[in-house]
């Protein structure tokens, strides 16, 4: 079968605590690689299967370049497909249409199948509502008959969710969490941040705007380009902790914030799972916070024993890789004084979206002060940080009079989609400079 | 008892008084040696439960797959038992690892009595590589008396020998650039060799050995500021211990040390007893050899039960420091080999 990519855990903590501190942190970083031989292999051996899910609402021939850059952005998605890769195309509106092929299954991708979709697609109409729930559960249907392939959406829509009801759309949610992974595009602004990111993160993919129609065909390519990346799916992160202790969160930071820690499931009386989705050639980090019982000086503990772990059918898990988090309790205080610089940034980085995502519902609400200290917080975060990607989106809806400080004044005018912009991309962190 | 039995390496029969094989030239009664740290013979603890919650599982990484703690291992917490002595080392409560050494052999004598070597070194932690100072320092003493006695050097010759040796193992690791004052890996050494006649003590810093018996007494003077005051009678030990710098090593062996020879004497005991052998991190809490006596009457019989009491009573007094501890009881005469 597959070469399984190799996995590598590192783990950057202070494992140094003062006598009765009972607060672990602890960043891991997660790395896969292939060999060069590795990932050939995997061109051949590795089953992939990719449904685009395209926003065919009335709205998006408002204007007609919404739809138009769609048709040209799913056909250069199509045309990235590597050969022997099972595909569809569905349509969105109030329902879920299949576009290519014309029936429930998927098509292996060979020079012929790419050019009767896009055909297909070429002939997209925009008519209708907008019912997500409904294209996510056409997608995990259509997945079905594909159980062991890496399988994978893109879903762009350009409106609000507004055609089925929020217990629908949940529901749609919880059936197709866990089966494939899913990265959501909002195009234009009159879609919602929030809905969106509550899909990716269930769906443990990313989200992002392309406010203007013509910047998708460029990201259409660079999603299916990643998704073919992939080299293994069903990897979780299984964290082992004494007993008494509780995990307290554990969240992916780098190459966004993604709170994992209610998605944990029991594997055991003191460990448990938490997804970490498809993996090719890249590495994240994941900072993991646990409640042990606070130590004597002198004592040291294993706080967590993280291993990276792939589940076969048959319930039996495979170790791919392991890190060990200590706690060593010390009354000298120079050890544990320092605060981990791992550990240090992350938890500014989400402290960083957290700032954003505050500061921006306050000024939604017309709460100025509020909204003027959140967002000053984040300028000051993402400075200290060089953050420079989400320091200049604040530079559009914010006046920086000091940067370090982080005063700052809220801009009178903001363009939506800047403002939209900054909190879809509030949790993309930037790592430590090693 | 001088039976007949065969050689074990080549099974060509051997006269038990013979030293080596007439036939292989196999040594026929090889000194037992035991290491602290080494799971070798002599080991006392092997596959305990946890020291934290009591828990049989014991994970690979050497944590309780219960309750998490940490388990001793190596030197952290090591027991030794050869029968004609015994020792246990803890790394005590506050530092990370142990940095103390221990030693502990004996040679034996077809048809007479053997000789008992025991070595304790205490790594200077604020030099580098301490813990690997301590154990080099440890283990080519222990060689070098195995070897000097088994050539029928004296016991002083042997002593000193040894604690020369050790002296060049410790500096050997300057080697690699550490060798500036004050930052070159650094230890104490003590020892101690035990025949059916004597007990012939050898020190370079301030581990210290005692006589336990109906007059117990310190055998060592300590190589440190303290230490020589109390031996210039200058001040009485209560007053120079309790002075400022009382613990600063004069002596040590290491690349940057002054002088390399140890103190050296020899004592001839009127009766049977047991020879303490430790590091500081139990005589900061019980120097006085009377109380030392006191605390365990049964050092002679009881050579590894008496060992952990005292590390137990450096470990609740506080076990600020590495702790190390061996007996040997007097005369050695051939004991069962039980725990």
Partial sequence: MTTQPDFAVEVYQN????????????????????????????????????????DTSGSMQYPPTKIS???????????????????????????????????EWLVPATEHSRAEAKAAVAKLEPAGGTAIGQWLTLANRLFGGHPHAIRHVILLTDGKNE??????????????AGTFTCDCRGVGTDWVVSELREIASAMLGTVDIVADPGGLEADFRAMAGAAMGKAVTGVALRLWSPQGATVRFVKQVAPAVEDL????????????????????????????????????????????????????????????AQGLVRAVWTDDTALSTGINPHVAHYTGQAGLAQAIQDGLEARKAGDVDVATAKLGRAVSLATESGNKQIADLLDKVVDVIDPVTGTVQLKAKVEEADEMALDTRSTKTVRVRK | MLESMSCPACTTPVAAADRFCESCGAELHPAIIA???NASLGDATAAPPCTSCGTAQIGQDGYCERCGHRQPHGRDHA????????????????????????????????????????????????????????????????????????????AEEATSAAAVTAAAAVMALAADGLAAAGTAPSCTLVSALVTEKSVTVGWVGDSRAYWLAAHPAQLTTDDNVAGELVAAARLS??????????????????????????????????????????????????????????????????????????????????????ITVALIPFPPLSRSNTK
């Fill in chain 1, 15 to 54: 494992e140094y605590l003062p006598g009765g501190a009972a607060e672990v942190n602890a960043i891991l970083t997660i790395t896969a690689t292939r060999g060069d031989s590795g990932a050939a292999a995997d061109q051949q051996t590795v089953q992939a299967a990719e449904i685009i899910v395209v």
């Fill in chain 1, 69 to 103: 850059a769609a048709r040209q952005a799913t056909a250069a998605a199509i045309d990235t497909l590597r050969d022997g890769v099972a595909f569809a195309v569905v349509a969105g509106s109030h329902e879920a249409k299949l576009v290519y092929p014309s029936g």
């Fill in chain 1, 163 to 176: 055609h089925e009801t929020p217990e629908q759309f949940d529901a749609a949610l919880a059936t197709c």
């Fill in chain 1, 261 to 320: 820690t209610a998605m944990r499931t029991t594997t055991g009386a003191q460990s448990g799972d938490y997804p970490l989705g498809a993996w090719g050639d890249e590495s994240r980090d994941y900072h993991v916070c646990v409640d042990v019982k606070a130590g004597a000086v002198g004592d040291e503990m294993l706080a967590a024993r993280a291993s990276v772990v792939l589940s076969a059918a048959d319930g039996t898990a495979q170790v791919l």
């Fill in chain 2, 35 to 37: 290491i602290a740290g």
């Fill in chain 2, 79 to 154: 027991e030794l038992d050869i029968g004609l002595a015994a020792g246990v080392t803890d790394k005590g409560h506050h530092h990370h690892r142990n940095e103390d050494a221990l030693v502990i052999a004996h040679t034996p004598e077809p048809g007479g009595t053997p000789t008992v070597e025991v070595v304790v070194c205490d790594g200077v932690s604020s030099t580098p590589r301490a813990a690997d100072a301590s154990q080099a320092a440890a283990e080519a003493a222990a060689a070098s008396l195995i070897d000097a006695v088994r050539a029928g050097a004296r």
């Fill in chain 2, 237 to 322: 030990r209560a007053e120079a211990y309790a002075g400022k710098g009382a613990h600063v090593l004069t002596r040590w062996l290491g690349a940057d040390a002054k002088t390399t020879g140890p103190q050296v004497m020899t004592f001839t005991p009127d009766g049977p007893g047991a020879v303490l052998v430790c590091s500081d991190g139990l005589w900061n809490y019980l120097p006085d050899a009377d109380e030392l006596s006191a605390t365990v009457p049964g050092a002679a019989d009881a050579p590894l039960a008496a060992a952990r009491t005292l590390v137990r009573h450096a470990l609740d007094a506080g076990g600020q420091d590495n």
